[in-house]
C-alpha cells in the first residue's frame, strides 16, 4: 500500500475516532467518534483490486446500519419502561456485536476481508475493535452468553473448511472476539489481550505479505530462507495459543476469568474450541515446514531481521504474566 498525504491524515483522523470513544463521558460523542472512524477507514479499502469497490460499499452499509441502531437506543434512553430499558440493550449489544464483527452478525467480515491488503485487513481485525469492545464495556450487557458460545464454535469449526489464508484470520478473529466479550467486565485485561493478539497477527501478516500468500497450498514454497519459515511457524503456534508462547498466556487469562465465575460449560466449550483451533494451525505450521531444509543457493546468503519478531513471543510471556497476576 502507497502511504500518501491523503492516507496518513486519514489515519490520524480514525485514530482520534478512537480515542474518542474511550475518553468519552456522553452517548452522543461516543457516536460520533464510531461515525469518525467509520469514514475515515473507508478509503484505506481502496486497491487495485476490482472487488474493493464492492467492499467499500458493504463495509459502509453494515456499519451504517449497526451506527443506526445504537443512535435509535441511544435516543430512547430516557424512557423509564423497564420493559423498553431491556429492549433498549438488546439493541445496543446488537449494533456493537455488527460493529465487532462478532457472531451471529459475522458474514460481513467473511464478504469484505478477501479484496482487502495486509494492512487495512489487520487494523480492521485489531484497532477497529477497540471503540465497540469499550461501549459494551459500558454497556455492560448479561445478553452476551450466546454470542460468545456462537463465535467460540463457528470461528472453530468454520476454520477447518478454510483454504484462504484471509478467511482464515477473519474466522480467527471472531473466535478472539468471543474470548475477548468473556473478559469484559474487566477493560484492562481486555485491551490486554486485544493488544497482544494485534501483536501477534501483525507479525503473522508481516510474514504473510513478505512471502505473498493467499491461500494454503501457496506455504509449500522454497523461495525463503528458514528464519521466515521459523517465523511464520512460531507466530501460528502462538495465535493457535500453542505453550509456552505468548498465545497461551491469554488464553489461560480467560480461563482463569471463567472458573473464577464457576462458568463450566463455556470453560468446556474453551477447551473442546481451542483443540480444533490449534489442529487447523498446528496443520498449517506442518505445511509450513514442509521444505524447512531444503531452499535454493540465492536464499543461504539472504539477510534477515526477522529475529527480533521470532522471539519476541517467547520474551513477552513474563510480561504478560506479571500484568495478569497484577489485575
Same mark, same amino acid.
Request: with cysteine; hydrophobic share 55%; net charge positive.
Given at each position: 500500500?502507497?502511504?500518501?498525504?491523503?492516507?496518513?491524515?486519514?489515519?490520524?483522523?480514525?485514530?482520534?475516532?478512537?480515542?474518542?470513544?474511550?475518553?468519552?463521558?456522553?452517548?452522543?460523542?461516543?457516536?460520533?467518534?464510531?461515525?469518525?472512524?467509520?469514514?475515515?477507514?473507508?478509503?484505506?479499502?481502496?486497491?487495485?483490486?476490482?472487488?474493493?469497490?464492492?467492499?467499500?460499499?458493504?463495509?459502509?452499509?453494515?456499519?451504517?446500519?449497526?451506527?443506526?441502531?445504537?443512535?435509535?437506543?441511544?435516543?430512547?434512553?430516557?424512557?423509564?419502561?423497564?420493559?423498553?430499558?431491556?429492549?433498549?440493550?438488546?439493541? %445496543?449489544?446488537?449494533?456493537?456485536?455488527?460493529?465487532?464483527?462478532?457472531?451471529?452478525?459475522?458474514?460481513?467480515?467473511? #464478504?469484505?476481508?478477501?479484496?482487502?491488503?495486509?494492512?487495512?485487513?489487520?487494523?480492521?481485525?485489531?484497532?477497529?475493535?477497540?471503540?465497540?469492545?469499550?461501549?459494551?464495556?459500558?454497556?455492560?450487557? @448479561?445478553? %452476551?452468553?450466546?454470542?460468545?458460545? %456462537?463465535?467460540?464454535?463457528?470461528?472453530?469449526?468454520?476454520?477447518?473448511?478454510?483454504?484462504?489464508?484471509?478467511?482464515?484470520?477473519?474466522?480467527?478473529?471472531?473466535?478472539?472476539?468471543?474470548?475477548? #466479550?468473556?473478559?469484559?467486565?474487566?477493560?484492562?485485561?481486555?485491551?490486554?489481550?486485544?493488544?497482544?493478539?494485534?501483536?501477534?497477527?501483525?507479525?503473522?501478516?508481516?510474514?504473510?505479505?513478505?512471502?505473498?500468500?493467499?491461500?494454503?497450498?501457496?506455504?509449500?514454497?522454497?523461495?525463503?530462507?528458514?528464519?521466515?519459515?521459523?517465523?511464520?511457524?512460531?507466530?501460528?503456534?502462538?495465535?493457535?495459543?500453542?505453550?509456552?508462547?505468548?498465545?497461551?498466556?491469554?488464553?489461560?487469562?480467560?480461563?482463569?476469568?471463567?472458573?473464577?465465575?464457576?462458568?463450566?460449560?463455556?470453560?468446556?466449550?474453551?477447551?473442546?474450541?481451542?483443540?480444533?483451533?490449534?489442529?487447523?494451525?498446528?496443520?498449517?505450521?506442518?505445511?509450513?515446514?514442509?521444505?524447512?531444509?531444503?531452499? @535454493? @543457493?540465492?536464499?543461504?546468503?539472504?539477510?534477515?531481521?526477522?529475529?527480533?519478531?521470532?522471539?519476541?513471543?517467547?520474551?513477552?510471556?513474563?510480561?504478560?504474566?506479571?500484568?495478569?497476576?497484577?489485575?
Amino acid at each position: 500500500m502507497n502511504f500518501n498525504s491523503t492516507k496518513i491524515l486519514l489515519g490520524n483522523t480514525m485514530m482520534i475516532g478512537v480515542i474518542m470513544v474511550n475518553c468519552s463521558n456522553s452517548w452522543i460523542s461516543m457516536w460520533m467518534g464510531l461515525e469518525l472512524m467509520l469514514m475515515s477507514f473507508i478509503p484505506f479499502l481502496q486497491n487495485e483490486n476490482p472487488l474493493s469497490s464492492e467492499s467499500m460499499i458493504k463495509y459502509f452499509i453494515v456499519q451504517s446500519i449497526a451506527s443506526t441502531l445504537f443512535l435509535f437506543s441511544v435516543s430512547v434512553m430516557l424512557v423509564g419502561d423497564s420493559m423498553m430499558k431491556t429492549s433498549n440493550e438488546m439493541i %445496543l449489544t446488537a449494533a456493537m456485536l455488527i460493529k465487532l464483527g462478532s457472531a451471529p452478525f459475522h458474514n460481513w467480515v467473511l #464478504m469484505i476481508v478477501e479484496p482487502m491488503e495486509i494492512f487495512p485487513m489487520t487494523c480492521m481485525l485489531t484497532i477497529m475493535k477497540i471503540p465497540p469492545l469499550v461501549v459494551m464495556h459500558q454497556i455492560n450487557s @448479561k445478553l %452476551l452468553t450466546i454470542p460468545i458460545l %456462537l463465535g467460540m464454535i463457528i470461528g472453530s469449526v468454520a476454520c477447518l473448511n478454510q483454504t484462504s489464508i484471509r478467511k482464515t484470520l477473519a474466522y480467527s478473529s471472531i473466535y478472539s472476539i468471543s474470548l475477548m #466479550m468473556i473478559l469484559l467486565t474487566n477493560i484492562n485485561e481486555t485491551l490486554l489481550f486485544l493488544m497482544t493478539y494485534t501483536l501477534m497477527l501483525t507479525f503473522l501478516t508481516k510474514v504473510v505479505k513478505t512471502m505473498k500468500i493467499s491461500f494454503i497450498n501457496q506455504m509449500i514454497t522454497n523461495n525463503f530462507n528458514s528464519w521466515l519459515k521459523m517465523m511464520l511457524w512460531i507466530n501460528m503456534l502462538s495465535l493457535a495459543g500453542f505453550p509456552p508462547l505468548i498465545g497461551f498466556l491469554i488464553k489461560i487469562m480467560v480461563m482463569q476469568k471463567m472458573i473464577n465465575e464457576n462458568q463450566t460449560i463455556m470453560i468446556f466449550v474453551l477447551v473442546m474450541t481451542s483443540i480444533l483451533v490449534l489442529m487447523f494451525y498446528t496443520r498449517l505450521t506442518f505445511t509450513s515446514i514442509i521444505t524447512f531444509n531444503s531452499s @535454493k @543457493k540465492w536464499t543461504i546468503s539472504m539477510k534477515t531481521n526477522n529475529l527480533f519478531m521470532l522471539t519476541i513471543n517467547i520474551l513477552m510471556t513474563p510480561i504478560v504474566m506479571c500484568s495478569s497476576m497484577i489485575n
